[in-house]
């Protein structure tokens, strides 16, 4: 069965060229506090992160993970029967034998979970099947896994494992508990251990140190032999069991395993899911290698059957578990803020799109939603392009005016787009970036060595080099840690030179002169060209409104001082 991996996130089954986004990038994008929203389990954030900080200007690849989060919005019920999956089959991905190296000799235990294993596989590929067969999808990605899942469960080798496994588990299936032996030396140290019985019911619990001590307080005392006569009870090994470890420390049992050099190479190996400072995590592994043996009729019976399984691939199948995930906690998320009357659109990447690189009409911050502090209809949208006019803007205005936040939304635009999950908006047409890069503000302790413009300088070199054409570049007041002058002088060559690479750039500053001077930066480009845009004002009053003009500089400052009353004519009452 060595078929070519599936995936739902890439149309040929894997990513083929890739850049990743920073986590420092990721930060000032506000994703990390978005991703927080998604799911309260740090392990799939972790996997949503990646998922979305790994990008590729592959048109195709946006276009089809926009379609399979299309269908999985468009079916609630298949989410529902997906989620059950994911719970069932997590194992797999968490502890999964495939991972290991078949060619060694495993034990009692590991050909037990690897039975379990397989079980799992099965379960997972006819539920995937029957799931997707009781869906309407329309999706190449959902369409592609289904006839795949349907190729694997028709295959004669799915049908002979499912019934050998069947056959396996029938052997197996009565195993409850074993009873052994533990012999001490002189020292009360484990001397051996042997098998007693093979048991089809649990133990019941009870406390070890309690049965040691009524059983060395009856008349008896010390009882002469050695057989079983069932007065003695039974305490389990758990995940919490703090006082088990100590109980059985004391009369040396977990001690004399610590203390064994042939127990450290098993370290990991374990399948009890015990804490790592955990002594009873060992006692799975010590009592392998001695029970495995015991039982040597299970296990080469076991062995034998599953041999010529031990290559089955189900790599496919578990890689599928995260991808599914990360579609379904976006749909929930996405559910919920529909609900509360937030807008959302499809992002689409056209197939001939001449020098038009992205068509934004009525976007957001999503983090303004996330947030919960704004209803709405209180969110003002926006409008942008970028195109080979459009390609740098120097966004000018008012401190507070919103610069950071629509530079953020349009870097949040491009990341959940090239996911395929909705954008927040009316509608969002673009081509995918190969990166996003950000130059925010750097903590002032990390400017120590070079200083805060040498360190900014620094930073932005780096970002240049490592960026393209393809590239989506936002930059926050960068080069504004220095003189006017100065910074002024930087940043007017730093633009020309992102518009000879013509990286779609958002450069928000308050040096207006530098957007005034936009006619004069243009005519010494042969390609791209930089617009000035400008957060604008309304009767002194910040509007949160962008539109394509000549900054407002002074006359939003003559705005504010006259309603203020700050102007010389104000203060002095020459005005009067």
Not at 212 to 226: H, M, P, Q, V, Y
Not at 408 to 414: D, E, H, S
Not at 509 to 526: C, F, R, V, Y
Not at 549 to 569: C, H
Request: glycine share 8%; with cysteine; aromatic share 8%.
């Amino acid at each position: 069965m060595a078929k070519k991996m599936i995936s739902i996130l890439f149309p040929e089954g894997e990513l083929q060229e890739s850049r990743v986004i920073s986590d420092t990038a990721w930060h000032d994008l506000g994703m990390d506090t978005i991703c927080e929203k998604l799911t309260g389990k740090v392990n799939e954030r972790t996997v949503i992160a990646s998922i979305m900080k790994t990008m590729t200007a592959d048109p195709e690849t946006a276009r089809y993970r926009a379609g399979v989060f299309r269908d999985i919005v468009a079916q609630p019920k298949m989410r529902s029967r997906m989620m059950e999956l994911l719970d069932h089959v997590q194992f797999l991905n968490d502890y999964g034998s495939f991972k290991k190296d078949h060619d060694m000799r495993v034990g009692l235990w590991e050909l037990l979970h690897r039975l379990s294993e397989l079980d799992d596989y099965i379960k997972s590929v006819e539920q995937i099947r029957d799931c997707l067969d009781d869906a309407d999808v329309h999706s190449d990605g959902l369409k592609a896994l289904r006839a795949y899942v349907q190729e694997v469960h028709e295959e004669s080798l799915f049908e002979e494992l499912k019934m050998d496994i069947g056959a396996l588990k029938a052997d197996v299936k009565n195993l409850r508990s074993v009873t052994i032996g533990v012999n001490l030396n002189r020292n009360f140290e484990v001397d051996s251990i042997g098998l007693i019985s093979v048991n089809n019911k649990e133990f019941k619990s009870s406390g070890i140190l309690n049965n040691f001590s009524e059983a060395l307080a009856t008349k008896e005392g010390i009882r002469d032999g050695n057989k079983w006569n069932g007065s003695m009870r039974f305490h389990p090994v758990t995940n919490s069991s703090a006082d088990f470890t100590g109980e059985l420390g004391r009369i040396g049992a977990v001690f004399a395993a610590e203390r064994n050099p042939l127990m450290l190479p098993l370290i990991g190996r374990t399948l009890a899911a015990t804490p790592e400072k955990d002594s009873s995590r060992y006692v799975t592994h010590f009592f392998d290698r001695e029970i495995s043996s015991m039982l040597s009729l299970i296990t080469r019976r076991l062995e034998q059957g599953l041999s010529k399984y031990v290559n089955f691939s189900i790599g496919s199948i578990v890689g599928l578990i995260p991808e599914f995930m990360y579609y379904i906690r976006w749909a929930e998320f996405m559910e919920k803020l529909k609900e509360r009357g937030y807008t959302f659109c499809t992002p689409e990447v056209p197939e001939e799109s001449g020098d038009l690189r992205m068509r934004a009409k009525g976007v957001y911050n999503l983090k303004l939603a996330v947030a919960g502090e704004l209803e709405p209809s209180a969110i003002v949208p926006n409008d942008l392009v970028f195109d080979k006019e459009h390609t740098c803007y120097i966004l000018t205005g008012a401190n507070r005016g919103g610069k950071t936040t629509i530079t953020q939304a349009v870097g949040q635009l491009f990341v959940l787009g090239q996911g395929g999950i909705c954008v927040p908006g009316e509608s969002f047409a673009f081509q995918p970036a190969d990166c996003i890069y950000t130059h925010y503000p750097a903590d002032e302790d990390s400017t120590m060595d070079l200083g805060r413009l040498g360190e900014e300088c620094s930073r932005f070199k780096e970002i240049y080099g490592a960026g393209s054409g393809k590239s989506l570049l936002l930059l926050n007041e960068t080069f504004s840690t220095t003189s006017f002058e100065e910074g002024y002088y930087i940043a007017r060559d730093a633009v020309k030179a992102i518009l000879k690479r013509g990286m779609r750039t958002i450069y928000n500053t308050h040096m207006h002169k530098l957007a005034m001077e936009i006619g004069e930066i243009n005519a010494e480009s042969d390609g791209a060209k930089a617009a000035s845009l400008v957060a604008e004002t309304r009767d002194g009053e910040r509007s949160f409104k962008l539109r394509l003009a000549a900054p407002e500089g002074r006359s939003y400052a003559e705005d504010i001082a006259i309603k203020y009353g700050v102007t010389y004519a104000m203060l002095t009452g020459e005005d009067q």
